[in-house]
C-alpha cells in the first residue's frame, strides 16, 4: 500500500477509533492527577522544632518621618503601645517564632539605613525579651541596593556597623535583596564586608532563594547548588522564600515544595535554615496565585520533604511570610498542621 493509500486510510477511519483513545487517555491523565498526593498532612509536631521565624512590617522600628512620608501617621500609635508590642509577642510564644525580623529597608541610594526611632526601638526590644529580632534590610537590586559600587557597600556596611553599636540589644541583621542572581560575585563581597564589622555573637541572616526550577525559569530568584554553598558559608541564617512561582496548580507547588525542602537543606551545609511559607494574597499580580501558593500547601510539601529527606541538622523550622497579613485562619491551621501541641513539648 502506498502513502496516499494510508492518508486515505487514516483520514475515512471511524471518528471513535480517534476520540475513544484520546478520551481514554484524557481520563487516565485526569485520574492520576486526582489520585497524585504530593505532600503529607502532619498534625503531630514532629517538624517543629520550637524555632521559626516570622517577617514583620515596617512600623514596629519606624521614626516619624517614615509614617508621614506614606501616609501612615496614624497608625503610629498602634505600634508605640506597648500593650500592642506585649500582643505581638505573646502571640509569637505561642506559636513557637523566636526569630523575627521587622523590616528596616529599603537603603538610601547613599547606602545608608533608613532611619528608627531610637525610643520606639528600644521600647519594642523590651517588649520583645527573648526573641532574636534581627532588622530585616535591603531594598531592590539597582534600584536600591547597588553592591557593585564600593562607595555604596561601604555606606551599607558603615550603617549597620552603626546600627548594631547603637542598638546591641539587637540579634543581628538580616538582608533581604531583590532579585539576587546566583552567582552575583559583588552580593558575595557585601556579606563578607558586613561580617567583618558585625560584633562578636551578632547573627548575619539572609533571605535566600529557591534552586532553580523548570517551571519557574528565572535566574534571578533562583540560586544554584554551588552558590548556596558559597553564601551559606558566609551567613549565619538562611530563611528561603519558598514562593513566587507563578504557578497554577496546587499540587505542583506542593511538589515542589517537597523537593526545594530536601535540595535547600543539602546546600546549605552547616548553615541553619528556616523554610519560608506565603500567606500574603497579592491577586492579579501573576508570580503568585493565593490558592496555589498557601500555608497550607507549602506545609504539605515542607513535611513531605522532610519526610522524605528526614531532618538535617541545619534544619531549625519554617518562616512565615508575614505578621500583617496572617488572619485568625492561617494561624489555626498552622497551629493545627505544624506546631507540636504542648502536651509534646
Not at 540589644?169 to 567583618?196: M, Q, T
Request: net charge negative.
Amino acid at each position: 500500500m502506498n502513502r496516499a493509500s494510508h492518508l486515505w486510510t487514516f483520514v475515512h477511519r471511524p471518528v471513535w477509533r480517534l476520540v475513544v483513545p484520546l478520551a481514554s487517555l484524557a481520563l487516565l491523565v485526569g485520574l492520576g492527577y486526582a489520585l497524585w498526593s504530593p505532600g503529607e498532612e502532619v498534625t503531630d509536631g514532629r517538624h517543629d522544632l520550637g524555632r521559626n521565624g516570622m517577617w514583620l512590617q515596617h512600623g514596629w522600628m519606624s521614626d516619624d518621618g517614615w509614617f508621614e512620608r506614606n501616609n501612615k501617621k496614624d497608625r503610629i500609635p498602634q505600634f508605640r503601645d506597648p500593650a500592642r508590642i506585649a500582643e505581638l509577642a505573646q502571640r509569637l510564644r505561642e506559636h513557637h517564632i523566636t526569630d523575627v525580623f521587622p523590616h528596616m529597608a529599603p537603603a538610601t541610594l547613599e547606602g545608608k539605613l533608613p532611619p528608627i526611632d531610637a525610643e520606639q526601638t528600644e521600647r519594642f526590644l523590651q517588649g520583645m525579651e527573648g526573641f532574636r529580632v534581627m532588622p530585616w534590610i535591603g531594598g531592590v537590586l539597582d534600584d536600591d541596593c547597588f553592591p557593585k559600587i564600593p562607595g555604596w557597600r561601604a555606606a551599607f556596611v558603615r550603617s549597620v556597623q552603626e546600627l548594631l553599636q547603637a542598638q546591641p540589644r539587637l540579634s543581628g541583621v538580616h538582608i533581604n535583596i531583590e532579585p539576587w542572581p546566583s552567582g552575583h560575585k559583588e552580593l558575595l563581597l557585601l556579606l563578607d564586608e558586613v561580617r567583618a564589622v558585625m560584633p562578636p555573637g551578632k547573627l548575619l541572616s539572609v533571605a535566600a532563594y529557591p534552586p532553580p526550577t523548570r517551571w519557574h525559569p528565572y535566574p534571578e530568584v533562583h540560586w544554584e547548588a554551588d552558590y548556596y554553598r558559597e553564601v551559606s558559608r558566609r551567613t549565619d541564617q538562611l530563611a528561603v522564600m519558598m514562593y513566587d512561582t507563578a504557578l497554577r496548580r496546587p499540587k505542583v507547588y506542593t511538589w515542589l515544595m517537597a523537593r526545594w525542602t530536601q535540595e535547600i537543606l543539602a546546600s546549605s551545609g552547616t548553615t541553619p535554615v528556616l523554610l519560608g511559607l506565603p500567606a500574603y494574597e497579592d491577586v492579579g499580580v501573576g508570580y503568585h496565585h493565593p490558592d496555589v501558593e498557601n500555608i497550607r500547601g507549602g506545609l504539605q510539601g515542607i513535611h513531605a520533604g522532610l519526610a522524605s529527606g528526614g531532618m538535617p541538622a541545619n534544619y531549625q523550622g519554617v518562616a512565615l511570610y508575614s505578621d500583617w497579613v496572617m488572619d485568625d485562619g492561617e494561624w489555626r491551621h498552622f497551629r493545627e498542621h505544624f506546631l507540636k501541641p504542648a502536651a509534646a513539648r
